[in-house]
T-cell receptor, first 116, second 113 residues
Framework: NAGVMQNPRHLVRRRGQEARLRCSPM?????VYWYRQLPEEGLKFMVY????????ESGMPKERFSAEFPKEGPSILRIQQVVRGDSAAYFC??????????????FGPGTRLTVL | GESVGLHLPTLSVQEGDNSIINCAYS??????FIWYKQESGKGPQFIID?????DKRQGQRVTVLLNKTVKHLSLQIAATQPGDSAVYFC????????????FGAGTRLFVKA
């Protein structure tokens, strides 16, 4: 009965490289959410996806960031040409039902990205 | 702008005492609120939720109170234990075509033995 899984747990990249963060939702969950958290701050919504569809990407930076949730396989948050300001913890959450307001989101352990 | 915020950034309580963590929200259209607990190095963990048609909900040692008149949410933890030490976030779900969860800044709870 695995929960939300994220890998890698820690990722170090140099400026200009690409970062790929993976998220496997809980079994049976078809809704995935990505959040970003800076130290001592709350989580900031980035994007909400269902299988093969982006539902709400209003929190995603316009450039360098993209997300996908393919029919098969994990959801991927991709950051191109990383900069130091991208250093943060990135959390994925998943939910079960049809995207109603009362869906409970279950969070993964996060990926801590450090950009050197 | 619209936000979910917290009154106190840190709270220190004695083991065995009750804890109260407060939260203010500004979007009167939000209809679902959640409290999460985040321990160091981990993802947020669901604690308890409440719909806007309720004003109180109880769980195991936790109670959430919702006052829609003043847009205030609180989390009460009874008989606080060292394992309760963590950062607590209130969050609201807003209908944006999907349902975006907006988190507050968090309150760090310290439990003194």
């Amino acid at each position: 009965n695995a929960g939300v899984m994220q890998n890698p747990r820690h990722l170090v990249r140099r400026r200009g490289q690409e970062a790929r963060l993976r998220c496997s939702p809980m079994k049976g969950h078809s809704h995935v959410y990505w959040y970003r958290q800076l130290p001592e701050e709350g989580l900031k919504f980035m994007v909400y996806l269902q299988k093969e569809n982006i539902i709400d990407e209003s929190g995603m930076p316009k450039e360098r960031f993209s997300a996908e949730f393919p029919k098969e396989g994990p959801s991927i948050l991709r950051i191109q040409q990383v900069v130091r300001g991208d250093s943060a913890a990135y959390f994925c959450a998943s939910s079960l039902t049809t995207g109603t307001s009362t869906d409970t989101q279950y969070f993964g352990p996060g990926t801590r990205l450090t950009v050197l | 702008g619209e936000s979910v915020g917290l009154h106190l950034p840190t709270l220190s309580v004695q083991e065995g005492d009750n804890s109260i963590i407060n939260c203010a929200y500004s979007n009167s259209a939000s209809d679902y609120f959640i409290w999460y607990k985040q321990e160091s190095g981990k993802g947020p963990q669901f604690i308890i939720d409440i719909r806007s048609n309720m004003d109180k909900r109880q769980g195991q040692r936790v109670t959430v109170l919702l006052n829609k008149t003043v847009k205030h949410l609180s989390l009460q933890i009874a008989a606080t234990q060292p394992g309760d030490s963590a950062v607590y976030f209130c969050a609201e779900n807003r209908n944006t075509g999907g349902f975006k969860t907006i988190f507050g800044a968090g309150t760090r709870l310290f439990v003194k033995a």
